[in-house]
C-alpha cells in the first residue's frame, strides 16, 4: 500500500492493502488520505437482505462478508477493506438503483424526508498476515431531501448519477442541490466514512497511515 508516497513496511513481507470494491467514490475517497490499494478485487457475494434484518446488522453483515469473501481467495500477506452503505427509512432497506424505476421509487419516497445512512467498513487480514486485526466501524448519518416535484424527480434520473447507488441518489452528484440537513460522514454517505477507515488502518501492526 503506498501512503503519501511511503512504502508501509512491517517486520517481513509487507502486507498488501486490497480494496474489496470496485467502486470509483470509494477509491477515490482513499486518496483523499493518500491511501493508494495494492489491488482492488470486488467481492461476488449474496446482497440480499435476511428476512427480518435490521438496517444496521445488515450493513455490517454485508460489510464483513465481502471483506471474508476477498480474504479467502488471497495467498499473500494482505489486509482486506472493505464497506457497505445502506439507506434507510425507519426499518426499512430501500434498494440501490439499477433501474430507473427504482430510482425513483427511492426519490419519491425520501422527498421531504429525512433518512438514515448506515456505512459498515470492515479490515480483515488474510491468513498469510496473522499480525493483521480484524476491525469495523459503523456510521450513521442523518439526510433530509427537500420536497421535490414531479419535475426534479425526472431531472435527477435523467441525470443517471443514481445508477447503483444505494437509495437511488449520490450525494457527490445533482441531488446535492436538493439535501438541505445532513448530520454526521458526508464522506459515508459518499461510500466510505474517512475519519473511521483512517482510524482501522491506525490500528494495524506497521505503519498504515500518520
Not at 448519477?161 to 454526521?184: E, M, N, T, V
Request: with cysteine; proline share 6%.
Amino acid at each position: 500500500m503506498t501512503v503519501s508516497g511511503q512504502q508501509n513496511s512491517v517486520k517481513g513481507e509487507a502486507p498488501l492493502l486490497i480494496l474489496a470494491s470496485a467502486s470509483p467514490r470509494r477509491i477515490e475517497l482513499l486518496r483523499q488520505i493518500g491511501v493508494v490499494p495494492d489491488r482492488i478485487i470486488p467481492a461476488d457475494i449474496d446482497e440480499t437482505p435476511a428476512k427480518t434484518e435490521r438496517p444496521r446488522a445488515y450493513a455490517r453483515r454485508m460489510a464483513l462478508e465481502k471483506a471474508r469473501a476477498v480474504a479467502a481467495t488471497v495467498t499473500e500477506p494482505a489486509l482486506i477493506l472493505a464497506a457497505d452503505t445502506v439507506v434507510t427509512l425507519g426499518r426499512r432497506i430501500l434498494p440501490k438503483a439499477e433501474k430507473r424505476e427504482t430510482a425513483q421509487f427511492c426519490l419519491e419516497r425520501l422527498s421531504g424526508r429525512r433518512h438514515t445512512v448506515i456505512t459498515s467498513v470492515a479490515v480483515m487480514p488474510s491468513s498469510a498476515w496473522p499480525q493483521g486485526k480484524t476491525a469495523e466501524r459503523l456510521v450513521e448519518t442523518a439526510v433530509t431531501f427537500n420536497r421535490l416535484t414531479p419535475h426534479q424527480i425526472n431531472a435527477l434520473l435523467d441525470a443517471g448519477d443514481w445508477a447503483g447507488k444505494a437509495g437511488g441518489y449520490a450525494l457527490q452528484g445533482h441531488a446535492a442541490s436538493f439535501i438541505r440537513f445532513l448530520s454526521g460522514s458526508s464522506s459515508a454517505v459518499i461510500g466510505l466514512p474517512l475519519f473511521e477507515t483512517a482510524q482501522l488502518l491506525r490500528g494495524q501492526p506497521g505503519h498504515w497511515l500518520a
